[in-house]
């Protein structure tokens, strides 16, 4: 079963998880490491696996998109 975003929607597909990185993002301390973390979600995540087809490696992405997001937000102090 895939995670569960905070509103309870599921994370099934690289749209919806596109939107919960970006919100993670917002979650971070403004200046570099937000804006540093907010483009590799956009370059790296999405840019460079845009072709790929094979339904079980998708979900294999969005699994470990979701597992660093989550290690990153535990040790980056939250912004208040």
Do not use: N, T
Not at 5 to 26: D, F, I, Q, T
Not at 28 to 38: F, V
């Amino acid at each position: 079963m895939p995670p569960r975003l905070a509103g309870g929607e599921l994370v099934r597909s690289p749209v919806h998880l596109y939107r919960y990185l970006m919100r993670c993002c917002r979650r971070l301390p403004p200046g570099g490491a937000r804006e540093h973390y907010q483009h590799a979600v956009r370059q790296q995540g999405f840019r460079s696996h845009a072709d790929e087809v094979d339904p079980e490696r998708v979900q294999q992405i969005i699994a470990r998109a979701l597992q660093d997001a989550h290690w990153l937000l535990d040790k980056v102090p939250a912004s208040s």
